[in-house]
């Protein structure tokens, strides 16, 4: 996939914006990225899919970061043809109560995807929770 048509694609979505941006940690940015825009965009969260499936090694299982990574790992799942667990960042009080949602086997590795990534401590927990 050229990457032209992934920024076509984002550009129609209109998910990326230009100005000053306060961020979750605190800092600024010149620009922001809209993940609810092109998550919820079935046009542009396609091509985005497809550009991360295009990255992937064949036999990679992903993991998405609940809540914003699970829109993006399930449409790169479809993409690629394989499967995906779901990291939670907390476990919950009813049900199984698992930190990863979703068939894991044990000492494989899993590709970790995130919508936005600005500290990267989602990123660390998610992996952490892969251990």
């Known amino acids: 996939m050229a990457n032209q048509e992934l920024i076509d694609a984002l550009r129609a979505a209109e998910a990326v914006?230009?100005?000053?941006?306060?961020?979750?940690?605190?800092?600024t940015s010149e620009y922001y990225v809209d993940k609810y825009l092109?998550?919820?965009?079935?046009?542009?969260?396609?091509?985005?899919a497809g550009a991360f499936a295009d990255r992937l090694e064949t036999d990679d299982k992903l993991g998405g970061v609940a809540l914003g990574g699970v829109p993006l790992a399930a449409a790169t799942s479809v993409a690629a043809g394989v499967p995906y667990?779901?990291?939670?960042?907390?476990?919950?009080?009813?049900?199984?109560?698992?930190?990863?949602?979703?068939?894991?086997?044990?000492?494989?590795?899993?590709?970790i995807v995130e919508d936005i990534v600005t500290t990267g401590t989602s990123l660390v927990e998610a992996v952490e929770a892969l251990r």
Do not use: M, W
């Open 85 to 111: 667990v779901i990291a939670r960042k907390q476990r919950k009080e009813y049900g199984t109560g698992n930190l990863i949602e979703g068939r894991r086997v044990e000492g494989e590795e899993v590709v």
């Open 17 to 27: 914006q230009f100005g000053e941006f306060e961020l979750s940690h605190g800092g």
């Open 38 to 48: 092109f998550e919820t965009d079935p046009d542009c969260l396609e091509v985005v």
